[in-house]
């Protein structure tokens, strides 16, 4: 493991990676660019985005602490941690392969054989190999333990049968972390499942673009039709494909594999918002004046400030000492919420003006804000829904029995 | 923004969590504050004794008035567990007629009883009036000089512990100004006291008549230090509170989850219907993000616009979160929530009462609101 660098180590790198970013960061290229890597909707987007990547990875800031070896920079966290800082400081574009570099790149540094870290990670980095996720279908939305898409294995290899939704990026990738139905005898549902590296561009795989409720694209529902793949792409053996799962999930919180650095999602910029009603006008008067609005603003002002202080309490393990659960699990739940709830408050700042969607020179900051609240239903929906969050954190933070 | 403070630590809060949480817990036992609650005196005074022997009411007073000389930061644990418990003592209201005197007191007063309420004695604070505001400016209580005396008139409302204090600290008009008063408790006559019949149970709490009360020229706080006394107070009673409705919201909601546990309805555990989980992971949410506020404003105790901003946040979160869970838990224990014994309305009334001292939820917010956006 890397050494944890000196202060003045630390100063010098944090220094560059602020010069760096605050040279090379462009936040207006002249069209919109999305807030998260599921956003991602024309070609222009993932191209701007998966460029951008491309520098900052070759620049030294993404994967500055994965292996060397492996094309990482061999570094300890604190100076992933110090390019990040820099990353947000300078409102940097997100990370566009999110599923590689959060997901499949941390399973397979675990996990992985030599081969496969050598053969994945490197591209992954550089934004050259695009991953996507492959666990929801369009019947199993919620239960992804009940997936159906079907892998028999033939000789050296497993022909692929079913459907996947909800893939991002899901027709621009060159892999897909795939959950499949090995065994339909299984003991029970999560025992039939086995977890594989599937490569995409192949006979018998098709996508078609979903059409969002924004009326942009941004996923697709994939179809597997007698696809063929080499059994290599198993990983972590047949019938262990539900805890291969659940362990992508495990290393958002970089206990295990060191955080590959950067975000995949831009957080809300609550300035923004506040700036935004102080030019909005209600009766003659500026919006912050009205004083229902200031106390709704004030709450989440204070929901804003709760969930950011979070993500430090999260790491101070005095103040978790009687649900160390609580915090972790309900993040996600607390955040997407949050955004959904800001962004749909935002719109009634407009007043007429609310009328007004993307597209229409009218629309307050081009539509930015009915965008943003439509879309952030993915955040809601997608990755388990807030009922579901709800669920997990009764039965796994607060010991209350199953659902069923 | 920059009025937005962080969260952290120190190793002494830590330690005094650690500590409080075994005290509070061995020595008030729900049976215990259910038979206080009946009680005159409304607390041990046996465990009153321990908590000036363990120095908790020294912790934020300077070690030159025989202190420990720590913070508000470190009384934060203390008076989080004790709402956790339904400890219910003069803890609350000594600390902050200690921070009054710190803030507003000279240096004789400071001499005179610091060491005192360091050593164990109580003390409260008389602030409320007739008027209900929580303004603490908008008083009419008054003071006049008369020769070397000063004459008090007027009344003031939930006074807190009043016949355990030897000291009572009152706001008072004098020539236009807030003034606070210095009164030993053992001047006071028969009648001036008069208990008063409050919503928590688990405190005691009195009209003090200031009428025919007569105090030495130099019982008056400075009043070069009127506004900083008047902040000091607000803050750390904002504080006080918010740790101990944090507490009380977790005590809850562990209440209400022992209920959703064991309680069987149509064959089935409540607590796996999602009608009574979802709703208890939200106020479970909403609890944990007290608490990160609580932390935050204690570390932030002390720092110019970023410690009030703090603190009326925790407030505010505190008061909204133990409330809701509170109330939950009411209904969620159905018809045994409607009960007496159904410890939950003792959580809802102490929400209840918190909020009256301090300013609930919106008006913290209303506070807030300046800070933030003009």
């Known amino acids: ?404 | 923004m920059d009025n937005l403070g962080t969260i952290g630590t120190t190793e002494e809060q830590i330690e005094l969590m650690d500590v409080a949480t075994s005290f509070c817990r061995d020595k008030s036992p729900i049976d215990k504050v259910r038979a206080l609650m009946d009680d005159e005196l409304g607390y041990d005074p046996q465990v009153w004794q321990e908590i000036g022997e363990l120095g908790w009411l020294a912790i934020a007073i300077p070690e030159a008035h025989g202190g420990v000389g720590l913070t508000m930061a470190e009384v934060v644990p203390i008076a989080e567990q004790m709402g956790r418990n339904l400890l219910n003592t003069p803890f609350g209201t000594t600390t902050l007629a200690a921070q009054a005197i710190l803030a507003g007191g000279n240096e004789a007063q400071q001499a005179k009883w610091l060491p005192k309420i360091a050593s164990g004695c109580a003390a409260t604070v008389a602030l409320s009036e007739d008027n209900g505001d929580w303004d603490l400016t908008n008083i009419t209580c008054s003071a006049k000089q008369n020769g070397d005396k000063i004459i008090l008139s007027g009344k003031k409302q939930l006074v807190r512990w009043a016949d355990s204090a030897e000291l009572i600290i009152a706001s008072v008009k004098m020539d236009g100004d807030v003034r606070f008063a210095l009164i030993e408790r053992s001047i006071l006559g028969e009648t001036a006291l008069r208990r008063e019949s409050i919503i928590d149970e688990t405190a005691r709490s009195f009209e003090l008549t200031l009428d025919g009360v007569t105090i030495a020229s130099d019982d008056l706080l400075d009043a070069g230090r009127t506004r900083e006394t008047i902040e000091k107070i607000d803050l750390a009673a904002g504080l006080i509170h918010a740790a101990e409705m944090c507490g009380g919201a977790q005590a809850v909601i562990d209440y209400t989850l022992e209920y959703l546990k064991t309680r069987k309805q149509f064959d089935k555990i409540i607590g796996s219907y999602q009608a009574l989980k979802h709703p208890t992971v939200d106020n479970y949410v909403e609890y944990e993000k007290a608490r990160t506020h609580l932390y935050s404003a204690a570390h932030s105790w002390g720092e110019q616009g970023r410690g009030e901003v703090a603190v009326r946040m925790a407030a505010a979160q505190a008061h909204t979160s133990y409330s809701r869970a509170a109330d939950r838990s009411i209904q969620f224990h159905g018809g045994f929530g409607f009960t007496h014994d159904c410890d939950a309305q003792l959580h809802r009334r102490k929400a209840i009462f918190d909020g009256a001292l301090i300013g609930d939820a919106a008006y913290q917010r209303s506070k807030l609101a300046g800070m933030l956006f003009d």
């Open chain 1, 1 to 404: 493991m890397a050494d944890k660098p000196s202060a003045s180590e630390l100063k010098e790198y944090s220094e560059a990676a602020d010069a760096w970013f605050k040279e090379n960061t462009v936040r207006d290229p002249g069209f919109m660019l999305p807030l998260t890597f599921m956003e991602v909707g024309t070609d222009q987007q993932f191209d701007f985005l998966r460029e951008w990547q491309r520098k900052v990875y070759e620049a030294g800031y993404l994967g500055a602490s994965w292996p060397k070896e492996y094309g990482g920079g061999g570094l300890h966290t604190d100076f992933q941690r110090a390019a990040t800082r820099a990353m947000k400081k300078y409102d940097a574009p997100i990370m566009l392969n999110a599923i590689g570099n959060g997901w499949a790149g941390p399973l397979i540094l675990d996990l992985g054989t030599e081969e496969q870290k050598q053969k994945y990670i490197k591209p992954m980095l550089s934004a050259e190999d695009i991953w996507c996720q492959g666990f929801s279908e369009p019947e199993h939305g919620s239960d992804l333990g009940n997936a159906q898409l079907k892998a028999v294995r033939e000789g050296d290899e497993y022909v692929l049968n079913g459907s996947k939704i909800w893939t991002s990026l899901g027709d621009r990738a060159k892999y897909m972390i795939l959950l499949a139905r090995t065994d339909f005898d299984a003991p029970n549902k999560y025992a039939g499942l086995s977890f594989f590296l599937n490569p995409m561009n192949i006979d018998g795989i098709s996508t078609s673009r979903i059409k969002k409720l924004t009326g942009e694209y941004g996923f697709v529902q994939t179809f597997f039709s007698d696809a063929r793949i080499s059994a290599d792409c198993l990983f972590g053996g047949e019938g262990n494909g539900w805890s291969m799962a659940m362990k992508t999930l495990e290393y958002e919180r970089g206990a295990k594999v060191k955080p590959v650095g950067g975000y995949f999602v831009k957080e809300l910029d609550v300035m923004q918002i506040i700036e935004l009603a102080k030019n909005s006008v209600r009766n003659g008067k500026p919006l912050l004046d009205d004083p229902v609005m200031r106390d709704k603003m004030t709450q989440f002002m204070i929901d804003i400030q709760a969930l950011n202080l979070n993500n430090t309490r999260r790491r101070m393990p005095q103040l978790m000492q009687d649900r160390p659960m609580g915090l972790p699990l309900m993040n996600k739940l607390a955040r997407t919420e949050l955004i959904r709830e800001l962004t749909e408050f935002s719109l009634g700042f407009q007043g007429t003006k609310a009328g007004y969607y993307v597209g229409d020179e009218n629309a307050v900051d081009d539509g930015y804000w009915h965008r943003s609240y439509l879309n952030s239903f993915s955040a809601t929906i997608g990755g388990g829904t807030s009922q579901i969050q709800r669920n997990i954190i009764g039965e796994h933070a607060l010991g209350l029995p199953k659902t069923r």
